[in-house]
T-cell receptor, first 117, second 111 residues
């Protein structure tokens, strides 16, 4: 597809369940980001991949959060034993590169809205 | 720690009523400042990148400007379709280059 694709768009989980959120970035984009956006807030950085390497995971809020991008393309964000405070929109973004050669333009997907009951 | 503060949190305008949104930042070294637009239920959409003080970028009714401490997004004669949340983000040099976002300004333009 032409844009970043995320699935599922909506997920309702009971507290304690595990969830997996998928991101399919734009073909050829080296960099992939996950952000968390609570209602009425700006996106908060979670983790960053360059190809298959996870170069920064400093934003992951706890060890219940895990992300992977095994083949340098599709990425999955996994949340174990979900809590109510995990309820948010999880945004995935991709870009060609990151660093001095980057214009700063990230291409975002529409997000996965997680509601934990 | 990098900080990005946007004001106001919310802004209501009448169609045609020009105004400005503010993004102030505190960073160790600015590489770039970005403006994004976010519609309800959608991901942010890139608008502009500004790199140095004095730089300006324009797109239709929007003009972004940058100083050493803040950026303004000027909206001239807005239309209802300009209603959205406008997000500012900064990217620092010498670090990870990962953009840090502000909380956004929610703009509603009434017909």
């Amino acid at each position: 597809g032409a844009g970043v694709s995320q699935s599922p768009r909506y997920k309702v989980a009971k507290r304690g369940q595990d969830v997996a959120l998928r991101c399919d970035p734009i073909s050829g984009h080296v960099s992939l980001f996950w952000y968390q956006q609570a209602l009425g807030q700006g996106p908060e950085f979670l983790t960053y991949f360059q190809n298959e390497a996870q170069l920064d995971k400093s934003g992951l809020p706890s060890d219940r959060f895990f992300a992977e991008r095994p083949e340098g393309s599709v990425s999955t964000l996994k949340i174990q034993r979900t809590q109510q405070e995990d309820s948010a929109v999880y945004l995935c973004a991709s870009s060609l590169v990151l660093g001095e050669a980057n214009t700063g333009e990230l291409f975002f997907g529409e997000g996965s809205r997680l509601t934990v009951l | 720690e990098d900080q990005v503060t946007q004001s106001p949190e919310a802004l209501r305008l009448q169609e045609g009523e020009s105004s400005s949104l503010n993004c102030s930042y505190t960073v160790s070294g600015l590489r770039g400042l970005f403006w994004y637009r976010q519609d309800p239920g959608k991901g942010p959409e890139f608008l502009f990148t500004l790199y140095s003080a004095g730089e300006e970028k324009e797109k239709e009714r929007l003009k972004a400007t940058l100083t050493k401490k803040e950026s303004f997004l000027h909206i001239t004669a807005p239309k209802p379709e300009d209603s959205a949340t406008y997000l500012c983000a900064v990217q620092t040099s010498g670090g990870s280059y990962i953009p840090t976002f502000g909380r956004g300004t929610s703009l509603i333009v009434h017909p």
